[in-house]
DNA sequence: CCCACTTATGCTCCTTTTGAGCATTATTAA
DNA sequence: TTAATAATGCTCAAAAGGAGCATAAGTGGG
């Protein structure tokens, strides 16, 4: 039985868009917004919820459990703590102490919007080969070599966004990306900032839940403003998903799908014609819980 | 802080087929096993694998965490209990003191696969109906009435065999599932077999979970014997799924994905055509990571 | 006012994927 | 031999997805 006492975390990835950029919400020591688990509470996410309203000063909107972490060689000090993951999605607003830090800056080589990033062939393909040269056995070696080719793929056409823990993982597992501070800084091989404790494993975690949901449940809309062009969206979704999408077929996607409705009103005076400004249409929740099924159902 | 004890306890809802039926491990109290969280493991998934193999006789094949609960009304007595579900799929085998209980047993409205079943029109819908004509305002009809729409809508057709936990939440708020338990015996209005605690609602989110993940993850094979028909596949999918399938379509579908490659052998004996054995490729980790993106990409 | 540039928006074409169902084949049971 | 039962092959049409051309409507600078 446990005999060593256990503590309840929460920690929180709290996640807006700015502009192009999705950042998360972190305290100037790298560390994740976090607190303990109140027995007051009545549900898990309600104690989050006002713990984050009473810390930062973010009411958090879109909420959504994670994980549970209590791996024990992850964890600091003695005492055994048991974290339970949270995914918050907000609108971006101005903090006091806590800092909104872009999460490609944890993670350069998620980002490719502009291509490739370089850091992949020029740090992370050298390192992950090394690790494999270095496997015990055989086996051992064809099992990294697989799980490289599937995280990191010769052909980047195969890229697969959504496998940001296995990539984080592999980064770890391969020595690329451990945690080790230097004096509060980062360091990490130059693979990104570093965060404190487990917490980039954290963040990672909420990155591929996110890039995952907003395929099939519209949750990006809880990133925008009331009223938004299309593009504004799009660049949105570009952002978190780490990609550049198709501008005409994603719009196609999203009016096809009646996410949104026209608010009559129009962009004025940026570069380029004038968009029309949409809202998104809370109705879908109501008329289409069925999203997506794969399965050849008959009858 | 935390004045209160807290205990942590790890729930694990072990699914195994038989022929058409999935079926879940509970204890003859209607409860799912449980144990304590030893903090001696390296992690979460360790710790349950090994309490697994020591008190059922059930070496757990694919694991994957669901969801940690702690909801103040849900637990019972004075210590408040964090428990972590886990989903845990295995070949079936003969158990000791745990039995097999086929999970539609506690969800009835979950079948689908002979129709729809008649407890949906003679006991669900009037019981919903009328929970939402005593909402408190209007505003709280609305919403009722929407969620009811989703859960169960009019036209079958909609159905969306995912919907397990709201389905289970809904019919729980509407006071036609609790848990009450009558001298051990099940009650619930009819509604299926009650279990122990919040348990149903663990096995609910289990099954969501399941029924989702076997659309984009090879899981179903987790379940399966190493050879078999496409028609046990698709038996045991539809066993899952709740719902019936078409069988060439289906074929199809497994075929072009290349998950199975034939062994040679065929069936014997039974009635009609025999059929050709099939084994899971376990290859297809290694070649298609990427599974389904639903953004519209470019370049 | 005209031109270059930029973004928005409409549409087409072609390829793949899905949904439905017909037809044929190989066994067992009567 | 016939009926019943499954397995398997194939076709056809509809829907969804990928790529790109063409046009519209602004801004900013001569």
Redesign the interface.
Known sequence: ????A???ELNAVIVAVAGSDPQILIDPSLALPSG????G????EQGLRNWAKSKSDQPLGYVE?L???????RTTGSQ?V?S?GYLALVRATPTTEMIWSPWYRHFPWEDHRKGVPPVIAKTIMPGLNAWKAAAPDAAAKRDRA?RI???F?KDMR????E?VLQRYELLWEAGLADETMKGGKAKSAGLGVAMAHDHRRIVATAMARLRAK???RPVVFELMPDAFTLLQLQTT?EAL?G?????Q??R??IEGQGLVEETGAMTTGAAGRPAQLFAFRREV??ER???????????
């Open positions: 039985m446990a005999g060593q256990i503590k309840i303990p688990f109140e027995t509470h009545r549900t898990l459990q994980y549970t972490f209590a791996d024990r060689d055994r048991v339970i697989q080719t599937v995280a793929p195969h890229w697969n966004e496998l907003i395929k099939y979704v998903a990609l550049r999408l198709h501008k077929n994603f196609r996607l929740f109501a819980a069925a999203i997506g099924t794969k399965l050849p159902r008959s009858s």
